[in-house]
């Protein structure tokens, strides 16, 4: 057997440390990546010795694919470290040039936040929770009994006109009001019992300042004996100081709904314009924002309470415009609208 060393193995040897010095000495990334694509490249000297396998003698292709292999390792090896301590390199460079400093905070990623009728709808159901009440969620997609029968108002009562409705094709309608959940409420809980049912409520009107044909509304119902409509005002007053935080001036004024009775309207003087009088409180310096009265004998049967001996209270706040109040904004179509640069500014 021919014990000579093989030519090959000089001219490995030879290539190999050709391209360990080369590479040691690229001067930056761009020469370096010359230097991997003309090495182990598609085309590169490294990677043709393996295509070099096939013109040697049989008894020698074993030690020259394991040499060849060897080779690419070494110069493999070499393209990675070179390539880390020039990276390394700029780096430092980077942090020993006085002009960058790295005490200066990072962009902060952009984070979402609740809406602002979300907001304050979680501040108005603490404030109710912390008074013994329920927070409650009816449907948007109501029956007919519900939303008017149920409250007072049958088929040929003029008061449907008050709220314009939007009707599916089944006889349901979107709710115009939360005061649906009302006979919903009494046929849950057995009296006395207290609670809120916050939700967004739909009417079939013309949109301005502030009115929108989707907004939202907090109802509120206590049944007890005894109610007074003392109690009312007194909640009513701890409710807008909390939401508000600052004193308000409202004004109380008979207000007729057929589904509570003495029935009251509730007005807040208009935080926009701070009375003076603007297109969201149409030149009145008053808001319209709080109705309530003591509920109906009639609603108390249809949600199967005795009005002898049970009395309730109920409001139907008007949270889109509690919002408008508390933060300033001077158009109700700004909440749903999804403009960002609006959203942003809470
Ligand atoms: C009602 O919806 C009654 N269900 C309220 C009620 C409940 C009375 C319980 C008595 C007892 P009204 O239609 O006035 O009432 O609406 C209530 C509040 O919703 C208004 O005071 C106002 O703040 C708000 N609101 C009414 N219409 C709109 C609208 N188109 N856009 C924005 N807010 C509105």
């Not at 809980?189 to 300042?209: I, L, M, S, W």
């Not at 100081?241 to 004004?251: E, G, N, Y």
């Not at 009639?298 to 309730?312: I, M, N, S």
Request: hydrophobic residues 40%; proline residues 6%.
């Amino acid at each position: 057997m021919n014990q000579a060393t093989p030519s090959w193995r000089a001219e490995l040897h030879a290539l190999t440390q050709d391209w360990l010095q080369r590479i040691a000495l690229a001067a930056d990334l761009a020469g370096l990546r010359e230097l991997e694509v003309a090495s182990v490249g598609k085309k590169g000297d490294v990677t043709a010795l393996m295509r070099r396998v096939g013109t040697l003698p049989p008894e020698e292709r074993r030690d020259y694919g394991a040499a060849a292999g060897d080779v690419r390792t070494q110069v493999d090896q070499a393209l990675a470290d070179r390539k880390t301590a020039l990276e390394q390199a700029i780096l430092d460079a980077e942090l020993a040039d006085d002009t960058f400093d790295e005490t200066v905070p990072g962009l902060l990623p952009k984070r979402g936040h609740p809406h602002p009728l979300s907001l304050v709808q979680a501040e108005i159901e603490s404030v109710f929770s912390s008074m013994g009440f329920h927070v409650l969620d009816y449907p948007e997609v109501e029956s007919e009994f519900d939303n008017f029968e149920a409250l007072n108002i049958p088929s040929w009562h003029p008061a449907r006109d008050m709220q314009d409705t939007f009707w599916l094709q089944d006889g349901h309608l979107l709710r115009t009001h939360t005061s649906s959940g009302q006979v919903r409420a009494m046929q849950t809980f057995a009296p006395p019992f207290r609670a809120v049912f916050p939700g967004k409520v739909y009417r079939y009107e013309a949109t301005d300042a502030s009115h929108e044909h989707t907004f939202h509304q907090v109802e509120g119902l206590l049944v007890d004996r005894h109610v007074s409509v003392a109690h009312l005002l007194d909640s009513m007053r701890t409710l807008l100081s909390a939401i508000l935080k600052t004193d308000v001036t409202v004004r109380l004024r008979p207000g007729y709904f057929p589904f509570v009775e003495p029935g009251f309207e509730l007005d807040i003087q208009c935080r926009v314009c701070g009375g003076k009088g603007c297109s969201v409180c149409k030149q009145s310096g008053w808001l319209e924002l709080l109705p309530c009265g003591l509920v109906h004998p009639h609603v108390l049967r249809a949600g199967g309470l005795d009005p002898e001996e049970w009395q309730g209270w109920a409001f139907g706040l008007g949270l889109s415009r509690l919002v408008m109040m508390r933060f300033g904004v001077p158009d109700v179509r700004l909440l749903l609208s999804g403009d960002t640069r609006f959203l942003t500014q809470f």
